[in-house]
């Protein structure tokens, strides 16, 4: 197994619905990545939802991860912060409130 990948991730949209956007930063060690995309017609906490997945998606091989959402309103508003992923891959990491 590979070592520690940091997941750094936002996501937002204007109107809920509507337009938003999602982004990911993926650290290891000195490398970094960064990853976004975006949809006409979404919400916020799809968005959000949405960066984490991509991000470990993202991911070339088996990894230990920790998934951090950035500290903006819309990562506080979330309830769900990384806890979809965290669940997929089996693992779970509550972010600090």
Do not use: F
Request: hydrophobic content about 30%.
């Amino acid at each position: 197994m590979a070592g520690k990948v940091t997941l750094y991730t936002d996501g937002a949209c204007k109107g809920n619905p509507g337009p938003g956007g999602w982004g990911v930063v993926l650290r290891y060690g000195d490398n970094r990545k960064t990853l976004h995309g975006g949809e006409a017609q979404t919400t916020n906490n799809r968005m959000e939802l949405m960066a984490a997945i991509r991000g470990l998606e993202a991911l070339k091989r088996p990894a230990r991860w920790n998934c951090s959402p950035i500290p903006s309103m819309s990562a506080k508003a979330s309830p769900n912060g990384c806890r979809a992923g965290s669940a997929m891959a089996g693992r779970h990491r509550r972010r600090s409130q």
